[in-house]
């Protein structure tokens, strides 16, 4: 199985903060991963898709970047509704394998 | 509006069984791939099995820690999503979602509300 390590774990910031998220593969996955934003109580939200493609709807302070085992979600500028969990997940073989999270928190 | 309700949900005794029903509206849901995924209280995502679509002949997989007691199923001509859960244990109590997959891209685009299943003596 693929393993997803993503860091950190846990990231505080404040609003207008530039925040990156990383996420590994423990083997190629090419382009094949997503990123999810979750809120407390929600489902799971599509931001990215094929590691840097921006789900429509998705404001463009999202971005994603990397390929093969690297791979990073950057937020440009942080929102006050960009506070929560993040998950990358990768597609690329089965078992779809997902990351732990980082927990965006207010600092 | 594209919409996945899921239903079914419920708390049940270790070795029980349980079937979640996943409706989906507004988009042409023969065509897509569909997934379940499940979060455990407090914990993160864990995907839990795939449909594919007809022209895929329906084919399925399983997370290992799912496979021979869980099994996927669709209706195209309800629009609905099936996860027949068999043999449960208390490990599998969770929040479940149902997602489609995208067409182009394999994320998933639409995911339901979630069901949450307790299995619990």
């Known amino acids: 199985d693929i393993q997803m390590t993503q860091s950190p774990s846990t990231l505080s910031a404040s609003v207008g903060d530039r925040v990156t998220i990383t996420c590994r593969a423990s083997?190629?996955?090419?382009?094949?991963l997503a990123w999810y934003q979750q809120k407390p109580g929600k489902a799971p939200n599509l931001l990215i898709y094929k590691a840097s493609t921006l789900e429509s709807g998705v404001p463009s302070r999202f971005s994603g970047s990397g390929s093969g085992t690297e791979f990073t979600l950057t937020i440009s500028s942080l929102q006050p509704d960009d506070f929560a969990t993040y998950y990358c997940q990768q597609y690329n073989s089965y078992p779809i394998t997902f990351g732990q999270g980082t927990r965006l928190e207010i600092k | 509006e594209v919409q996945l309700v899921e239903s079914g949900g419920g708390l049940v005794q270790p070795g029980g069984s349980l079937r979640l029903s996943c409706a989906a509206s507004g988009f042409t849901f023969s065509d897509h791939y569909m997934d379940w995924v499940r979060q455990a209280p407090g914990k993160g995502l864990e995907w839990v099995g795939r449909?594919?679509?007809?022209?895929?002949?329906?084919?399925?997989e399983y997370a290992a820690s799912v496979k021979g007691r869980f099994t996927i199923s669709r209706d195209d001509s309800k629009n609905s999503l099936y996860l027949q859960m068999n043999s449960l244990k208390t490990e599998d109590t969770a929040v479940y979602y149902c997602g489609r997959v995208g067409s182009s891209h394999y994320g998933m685009d639409v995911w339901g509300q979630g069901t949450t299943v307790t299995v619990s003596s």
């Open positions: 083997q190629s996955i090419s382009y094949w």
């Open positions: 449909t594919r679509n007809k022209a895929n002949s329906y084919t399925t």
